[in-house]
């Protein structure tokens, strides 16, 4: 697995340009247009650094940074998308629901659900030729997660770089109550059952992403850690989508099982009476 590609131009121009453009999306529901015009396919150090603009706008409007996603875990989407590597993003203090939550109607602009494994640590990996064993040690449980991804990007048409820029195509997250320490399970051999309305919609298990969801965050904890900004304590790391993702209507219930790790769910608030139009 390579390692995020060296820099190639991060003009400053370009980074405001579609950070504005990303930016402008969110705040106002209405998708724009793919920023890969912007900035060329190749150019993921600038896409990055659009990422880290926006997030830290956000910060300084007094969110807090919580913790990393792992994206593009399926080597079936990284062929899609033409790339031999995952991609990451930051979890904000605003993006967690609670269990069983509930995602206010216009909140998102075209969500999806995937199911997944989450890790919460509780030391720091500063190291770049950190282990499995290290990620271990330092992960304090493991919990059952529903991330809500979106994106700013009209009708998901997104190559790599664009998906990279809208912080890894994040929305909102939700763990579940049961914490697992990970000598009482083998996090590759878990298996995953998501519904929608009651129906099975998703399925896949712990070896769908990247072999093991600790190769994920093996491979997030080098890559931060290489790049100075390393996973610390506390953090949340959302490690991968453990089968296909599935899209969300207003008023959609999913609820996933992972064995060993027990059940998540989330709720989408119905569209109130008299609204209408699309936030596409």
């Known amino acids: 697995m390579s390692r995020p590609t060296p820099p190639v131009s991060e003009s ?116 770049a030729d950190c282990t499995v064993d290290d990620v271990i040690a330092a992960t304090e449980y493991a919990l059952p997660a529903l991330e809500i991804v979106d994106s700013r990007i009209a009708d998901w048409d997104i190559t790599f770089v664009d998906t990279v ?22 996090l590759a051999a878990v298996s995953m059952s998501l519904s929608k309305n009651g129906d099975v919609a998703s399925e896949g298990t712990g070896a769908a992403c990247l ?16 790049l100075g900004d390393p996973l610390r304590a506390g953090d949340v790391v959302l490690t991968g989508a453990l089968g296909p993702m599935v899209a969300a209507a207003p008023g959609d219930v999913f609820a996933a099982s992972i064995s060993r790790l027990g059940d998540v769910s989330v709720r989408f608030a119905p569209e109130p009476a008299g609204e209408g139009g699309s936030n596409e």
């Open 12 to 127: 400053p121009t370009a980074v405001q340009e579609v950070a504005d453009l990303l930016a402008d999306a969110a705040a106002s529901g209405k998708s724009c247009p793919p920023i890969r015009s912007l900035v060329s396919a190749g150019d993921i150090s600038t896409a990055y650094a659009v990422q880290r603009l926006n997030n830290e706008r956000r910060i300084a409007e007094g969110h807090r940074l919580v913790g990393r996603k792992i994206g593009l875990t399926s080597e079936a989407v990284q062929r899609q998308l033409g790339v031999d590597q995952p991609d990451f993003g930051a979890l904000l203090s605003d993006m967690v629901l609670p269990q069983d939550g509930r995602v206010p109607f216009g909140r998102l602009l075209q969500p999806k659900v995937e199911a997944e494994v989450a890790l919460v640590l509780n030391a720091d990996l500063p190291d």
């Open 165 to 186: 820029a809208d912080n890894a195509s994040s929305g909102l997250y939700v763990l579940g109550d049961q914490r697992v320490s990970l000598d009482e399970v083998d």
């Open 211 to 226: 072999g093991s969801p600790l190769n994920a965050a093996l491979w997030l904890a080098r890559t931060l850690a290489e």
